[in-house]
């Protein structure tokens, strides 16, 4: 460890922040707190400052303004709808930044040979000392990503990957939050009748796989929330630095969704049923518990964070070996709280109630356990299986266990068709339910549709992952004839064409 970082680290002590030119500690909430007594707060103190600021920006900056605050919030507002408590970590909370709006300035990449361009100012793409550098840059919005911006990491990605002057790539979030994902009020706003949202998914797949298979060493930085779609642009590579002010979930399943981006390929690899409990609850881990399941390869302070970053593109080579080394030189300690699902007797109930063959099997087990003295513990997931989609559960879990016995880039195609369906309504239409409930009417009394497990069928289920056209499936390059950088969506788009 690198001396002048060496900081006592834990992982569930608070820190105050700037709040609006005041400090505040962090602090954890219940969802019923949340939603009856925060939100609204907060709700009017955005309002409050948007309004003050109405005479300073035009009514184009306004919208984007009202945009930032709403992100933010539905983020909030999708992880109450877990029925987790909430910790508003620093940066996940800063009103200040919320409803002000600060133009963000043109970037500039560093070419080789020493000129620059422009790039698009939401994502900083960047060549340092032989080392590329992608940041995301939407931090008022928790830099959630959108298409464009996944069309600029695969741009990146394919040039350094041919590069020979690049030695390996650094991803990481400009502020204090990684990635929360994408944006779940477009595919709303889409709908079934408008199936552009294919596009968005079909390339963020395509570029999971590539993150997968990528020839030279890509270090995700994790500090902050590292959400869903985020979490498939990191874990995936070769190494996932953690911090203590990350906070991973993957909440999908709890509004008609499944966890997607490989998540069923590398959740379902997790130590016994550890996976199982992460998907179906939309549960949180914090830096030290990623590292200590693997999910995280290295766990650095955040203080550290600059000093890394330094002595990475200090380094003369890409070898592997060379940039664990250099990650090590800042590890700290990565300290369980004691109250983590990770610890001994925890994990133990987990792989009892979480391994058995089925979603009613699990709230069978879960419901026995909640009435043996002392394992009361057992009546929060309980309580979050039971208030969440019963299609999101069945088909999360069907690609969990599945996922087991397969590859990266099974995974990858079967989430593909899973993600489509689930936009068509082709058992269900339970997604945009969940997306009405949380994120556009915010009323958090989704209506689902079956209403019980029961009403998810195998049949049903089956159907969720049946293969398409060979025109209309995911094109990766593994069948050994297809270009490493095949399988394009423009590719995919001319086969389409061809086949009529």
Known sequence: MNP????SLNPTQSAPHEINGGLVTA???????????????????CSVRISLNLHRVSLSRFKTTVDHHRCIFDVLDLFCSTGRNLRLLPGLVRLSAFCTYRPVTMVSS???NGSSQPVQEELIVEEKNGVGVVTLNRPRVLNCIKIDMIQGIIDAYKKWEADETIKFVILKGNGRTFCAGGDLRMFYDLGKSDEGWTQVVYVKYWLDYHISTFKKPLVG?????????????????????????????MPEAAIGF??????SYWLSHLPGALGEYMALLGARLDGAEMYSCGLATHYV???????????????????A???????????????LGENSILNKDRLALI???????????IVESLESESKVQGQEWALEPLKILKRSSPTGLKVTFQSLRIGRNGTLSDALQREYRQTINSLRGLISDDLYEGIRAVVVDKDNRPKWNPATLAGITEEKLKLMIEAYKPEDELHLPTDGVTPRWGGSWEERMEARNLAG
């Open 301 to 319: 302070s955040s203080e550290c964070l600059p000093q890394l970053e330094a002595r990475l593109l200090e380094l003369d080579s890409g070898d």
């Open 27 to 45: 602090f954890r909430l219940s969802a019923s707190t949340y939603s009856t007594v925060a939100r609204p707060i907060l709700l009017v103190s």
């Open 110 to 112: 560093e070419q080789s």
């Open 258 to 263: 499944h966890t997607d981006c490989g998540a």
């Open 221 to 249: 930085i994790l500090h902050g929330l590292t959400m869903g779609g985020g979490a498939g642009l990191t874990v995936p590579g070769k190494f996932r630095v953690s911090t203590e002010k990350t906070v991973f979930a």
């Open 351 to 361: 792989d009892k109630c979480f391994s058995k063959a089925s979603v009613e099997e």
């Open 321 to 335: 070996d060379k940039v664990d080394a250099a990650i090590k030189e800042f590890s700290a300690p990565a300290k």
């Open 4 to 7: 002048t970082c060496q900081t």
